[in-house]
Nanobody, 125 residues
Framework: QVQLVESGGGLVQAGGSLRLSCATS????????MGWFRQAPGKERAFVAS?????????????NYADSVKGRFTISRDNAKNTVYLQMNSLKPEDTAVYYC?????????????WGQGTQVTVSS
């Protein structure tokens, strides 16, 4: 069972930035494709970003983003710290949601079996 712990959410004004972190004690963290999803009130949980290792090139990672966050959000990972990050810049009120970390994605945006508890991000206008 992979346990994921998110942090870094909060309240920010439109145009501001936040960085979310997702940490795990899982020793095989580097093997997992990791991602972020979000769920706004009254909406289904939606893909935000993912990062997965190349199958053929050492230490090469591929990233994917939802169209709504491209150019504003950046996903990254530090395998030495077993942590994945989501840097969110130029935040908009429509980014307000609970953000969930996910491990073991089956594709670029297909969630895996492991979820964190979620962290609230609120963007005021």
């Amino acid at each position: 069972q992979v346990q994921l712990v998110e942090s870094g959410g909060g309240l920010v004004q439109a145009g501001g930035s936040l960085r979310l972190s997702c940490a795990t004690s899982e020793s095989t963290f580097s093997r997992y494709a990791m991602g972020w999803f979000r769920q706004a009130p009254g909406k289904e949980r939606a893909f935000v970003a993912s990062i997965r290792a190349s199958a053929s090139a050492f230490r090469i990672y591929y990233t994917n983003y939802a169209d709504s966050v491209k150019g504003r959000f950046t996903i990254s990972r530090d395998n030495a710290k077993n942590t994945v990050y989501l840097q969110m810049n130029s935040l908009k009120p429509e980014d307000t949601a609970v953000y969930y970390c996910n491990a073991g994605l089956g594709g670029a945006s297909t969630p895996g079996d492991y979820w964190g508890q979620g962290t609230q991000v609120t963007v005021s206008s």
